[in-house]
């Protein structure tokens, strides 16, 4: 089962990342869910307004795997289909408030707060990778897409508790960022022009 809302947005336009990539006649596809619930499992229940009839919340029984207020965005950027070898740009983001599994007798596993952020390169026909600074393209003002520059590959972050019949037990908050850095040296005598940098913590 499954609330929430959605949308949907198509256009084409000339997209200018004020970073070096100017698309005209591009493709902007766009799609978001906000404030999703889910479960998947047996025995889950919504819970209703009793004015509106609509899905506000979900009961605390049943067995399996329960998400709630659950984000995500997806955005796509595509060169116009005359081009010679077109090209497409990804964005994708997301938020979950609280996912957690349900009716395991002696297991506890719940994660909150859970975010994440992708940047999706497009390589041309001699494998050069660019990517879209999202965050200088005024269509996604105001949206986590927004949030994403040019160095992001990927981030993550959250937080998890486990308990696995008083055996095992995590609680810990975790993150990491893969992104493209610049003119990158060790500052013994060599330097790369562009590199990825990774770090985890937990």
Known sequence: MLFGAFGLNAQTKTIDDGNGITIADASVLSFSISGATMFAGAGGALIYDGTTQRATGLEDGGTGLAVQNA???????????????PLSWLAVTGEIGKADLRGIDGV?????????????????????????????????????????????????????????????????????????????????????????????HV
């Not at 660019?130 to 393209?137: F, N």
């Open 108 to 200: 506890t596993a719940i994660t909150r707060n859970v975010t994440f952020r992708f940047n999706g390169a497009a390589t041309d026909a001699a494998m050069v990778s660019t990517k879209l600074d999202w965050s200088a393209i005024s269509d996604f003002d105001g949206t986590r897409i927004g949030t994403i520059d040019a160095t992001l590959d990927l981030s993550f972050g959250g937080e998890i508790e486990l308990n696995i019949q008083d055996n095992v037990l995590v609680a810990a908050g975790f993150s990491g960022t893969i992104q493209t850095v610049s003119n990158v040296t060790d500052g013994a005598g060599i330097t790369v022009a562009q590199a990825r940098s990774g770090r985890a």
């Open 71 to 85: 984000n995500f965005e997806l955005a796509i950027i595509s060169e116009p289909a005359t081009a010679t070898a």
